[in-house]
């Protein structure tokens, strides 16, 4: 809808022309700031505190008041209808710095309730940072965000085409350089992406070294670690850069990615724990499906396509073939959509021949034109291992999705959570949900004044109905709109109104420590 002016505003305007009538065209300018009263809610502020019915009072961008509240001349007002206010969702692990700049409206994460995405994850950010920051604030988007140095972009600057080795000593020196530039530009810590090109390349000295330039800076790390979901020792990696930088770290997307490893959350939570109370201030984020999405090369840890065992190994104690749908293949766009075993029906081979030939085909397209020219969906966890990883007290929601996507986390993660999760199966109440996806996020990502409602903080807010929250996306139709997200504000702005993102583009680059 276009030119549509949020009816908050409307009033306001309406409430200063009724005030101002006598006093000319310059009133407005000498009233106060209008504010914005949101009466009739349950306010769950994100601390994880049992929700209370109230009214909350925005002002200059901030909550100004919580509680029992009456309307002041200059509010305007928004009747909440005993519907859920929470402090706007924070996606702690999003790829929205793909097509942010393209898409301000961010469909994909305000309908949702998402007001805050964090980007430049998997080890790759954009480079520099200051120059994506200059960009978003010319053409900011609906939702706020923040970003961390990606080691993989940092190795790509610093060892360029020849990257299949160790670092030596100087271009680690050099890499720490660039990160502390990447920081001192507001990048809120490193993030690694230990199974793919580069960083699949990089040894732990090396990625110790670079998160201990993030710990100095009083930041972070996150890894998409060197075996995404496969072995219980590939987290020792990042327990032990944990332990000896003292730095937060997080766990990307957690995960059990290979039927091997199915049923084996008990083991592996007692291990974070472990860590936990040896002071390790480990946490990790997930998304709730049991399919995720990369492209075909991070099944071969060997990058080898032609090397059939390797092939057979990572198609079969990983998932079913007929699990592994193409969201992307340019070489053969019409192959999207289709499984692996459709298509290797349709060239009459086996799986692991079509598998061969497709990964093929893609490089040599990927060589030609230098971007990556395929993707996958791959359905390879099973539900009780995602339902306890969920119910880990330091797990928070993340999407892992861009915002043009064709894995339905993308439009459905968060509010799927909400839905299933909390109203249909009980696994979470709301509150414990809500905290999972504001205030706990806050804390893991350092952020001071997000991710709570109390007086003070910055007004990013949803209102939502728990009777009807529900996810819709499928891989079939990826884009479809959650239900029960009423309404969103980023700064106290109105961002998305009943499946509707509206003009206001109010969001803010969220620095580290400013
Ligand atoms: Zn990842």
């Known amino acids: 809808m276009k030119n549509r002016i949020p009816i908050a505003i409307t009033i306001a305007i309406a409430l200063l022309q009724t005030i101002s009538c006598s006093r000319g065209a310059h009133i407005a300018e000498t009233q106060p700031a209008a504010s914005l009263l949101i009466q009739n809610v349950i306010v769950i502020d994100g601390t994880g505190s049992p929700g209370s019915s109230g009214d909350v009072r925005i002002r200059n961008q901030r909550i100004e008041a919580v509680g029992?509240?009456?309307?002041?001349?200059?509010?305007a007002v928004v009747d909440g209808n005993g519907m859920v206010l929470a402090p706007g969702f924070i996606d702690s692990h999003s790829h929205a710095d793909d097509d942010i700049l393209q898409h301000s409206n961010a469909r994909a994460a305000v309908s949702?309730?998402?007001?805050?995405?964090?980007?430049?994850?998997?080890?790759?950010s954009p480079y520099p940072l200051a120059d994506f920051y200059a960009a978003f604030g010319k053409t900011p988007g609906t939702i706020n965000i923040a970003s961390y140095a990606g080691h993989n972009t940092l190795r790509d600057e610093v060892m360029g085409k020849d990257f299949k080795r160790h670092a030596t000593a100087e271009e680690l020196a050099r890499m720490q350089q660039l990160l502390r530039q990447e920081l001192a530009s507001g990048a809120i810590g490193l993030s690694s992406g230990l199974e793919y090109d580069s960083g699949i390349y990089s040894d732990h000295a090396e990625v110790l070294a670079l998160a201990q330039v993030a710990a100095d800076a009083g930041t972070r790390y996150i890894s998409h670690m060197r075996c995404d979901g496969c072995e219980l020792e590939t987290i020792d990696e990042i327990i032990n850069i944990g332990r000896v930088t003292g730095a937060p770290v997080q766990i990307s997307h957690i995960k059990f990615a290979m039927k091997s490893m199915w049923g084996q959350a008990p083991q592996l939570l007692a291990k974070l724990d472990t860590a936990r109370k040896e002071g390790i201030d480990i946490s990790a984020d997930i998304y709730p499906y049991e399919y995720w999405q990369s492209n075909m090369m991070v099944l071969l840890p060997n990058r080898d396509y032609n090397d059939r065992e390797a092939v057979a190994y990572a198609l079969d104690p990983q998932f079913l073939p007929e699990g592994l749908r193409f969201t992307k293949f340019d070489p053969q766009p019409e192959y999207v959509g289709k499984t692996l075993t459709e298509i290797a029906a349709a060239r009459k081979v086996d799986d692991v021949t079509a598998f061969m030939q497709l990964a093929a085909e893609s490089v040599a397209m990927k060589q030609s034109t230098g971007a990556g020219a395929d993707a996958i969906i791959a359905t390879s966890m099973i539900e009780d291992d995602i339902?306890?990883?969920l119910s880990w007290p330091e797990t928070n929601v993340c999407t892992d999705g861009g915002l043009?996507?064709?894995?339905p986390r993308s439009h459905g993660s968060f509010t799927k959570i909400l839905g299933r999760y909390v109203r249909d199966e009980g696994l979470l109440n709301l509150e414990q949900a809500v905290h999972k996806m504001t205030g706990l996020t806050a804390r893991h990502l350092g952020f001071s004044d997000r991710g709570v409602i109390r007086e003070g903080a910055v007004a990013d807010l949803v209102l939502f109905d728990p009777a009807t929250v529900g996810d819709r996306a499928t891989p079939d139709a990826p884009d479809l709109l959650s239900t029960g997200i009423l309404s969103v504000w980023v700064a106290g702005q109105k961002v998305y109104d009943n499946g509707v993102v509206t003009d206001a583009r109010p969001g803010q680059v969220i620095k580290e420590n400013l």
């Open 112 to 124: 949702q309730g998402i007001t805050t995405v964090v980007v430049g994850q998997d080890g790759f």
């Open 68 to 75: 029992q509240l009456t309307a002041e001349a200059g509010d």
């Open 387 to 389: 339902r306890q990883l």
């Open 404 to 407: 043009i996507d064709l894995h």
